[in-house]
């Protein structure tokens, strides 16, 4: 019954390469988002998308698109994969509207991405 | 845009005793709300408690308390009575969901790295 999950927990990988990470949440949220971790553990938006709107942070190069199937899932599909891409990469979901808890992100268990 | 601050790269506590972690941020909104989240070894990502900017109380969550000062732009993170499992990597984090697109995204510190000593 996890909240957030991610697929898969390590990745290693060599330069060039094309992957994606999937994610899912279970707890109904209607907005997700995609962090990455650096090898410093700074934490920086790259995503954050609802079935309205995808914002994306403009450092974020154009080789990462997330793709949203559903509203459950939100995917992170990285081309012609950096040195520089190795870090964490973290899915979280939350919930706008009225509720007592909007705003509070739920965490995925992250996704520890190394390239070669 | 919106920055925090966590001053304290590492901190240390003896088990059973009070810690305070600091977090400092800039903004010129008046409406927007705080976050700390704890990152212990397994590296998940953990939310330990809330703050709404309206409101003067501080916010408290069990062993977890809050000092929050908007006027200084302050919100410092108490954790009373130190236990083991609370050894982790402590994030500051910043939101404001009232300013238009993206506002749902938080804005971390760099963390503090606290480890308790038994």
């Known amino acids: 019954d996890t909240a957030v999950s991610q697929t898969p927990k390590y990745l290693v990988t060599q330069m060039g390469n094309d992957k994606s990470i999937k994610c899912e949440q279970n707890l109904g949220h209607d907005t997700m988002y995609w962090y990455k971790q650096d090898s410093k553990k700074f934490l920086k938006i790259m995503f954050s998308y609802n079935n309205k709107e995808l914002i994306i942070n403009e450092t974020v190069p154009n080789r990462f698109s997330p793709k949203s199937p559903d509203k459950a899932h939100l995917n992170l599909h990285i081309n012609s994969l950096e040195l520089g891409d190795s870090a964490v990469y973290f899915c979280a979901s939350s919930l706008a509207g009225y509720s007592s808890s909007r705003y509070e992100q739920y965490f995925g268990p992250g996704t520890r991405l190394t390239v070669t | 845009a919106q920055t925090v601050t966590q001053s304290q790269p590492e901190m240390s506590v003896q088990e059973a005793e009070t810690v305070t972690l600091s977090c400092t941020y800039d903004?010129?909104?008046?409406?927007?709300?705080l976050f700390w989240y704890k990152q212990p070894p397994s590296r998940q990502m953990i939310l330990v408690i809330r703050q709404e900017a309206y409101k003067q109380q501080n916010a408290t969550e069990n062993r977890f308390s809050v000092n929050f000062q908007k006027a200084a732009k302050s919100f410092s993170l108490k954790i009373s009575d130190s236990q083991l499992g609370d050894t982790a990597m402590y994030f500051c984090?910043?939101?404001?969901?009232?300013?238009?697109?993206?506002?749902?995204?938080?804005?971390f510190g760099k963390g503090t790295k606290l480890s308790v000593i038994p």
């Open positions: 903004t010129s909104e008046s409406n927007y709300y």
């Open positions: 984090a910043f939101m404001n969901p009232y300013s238009g697109a993206g506002s749902y995204q938080l804005t």
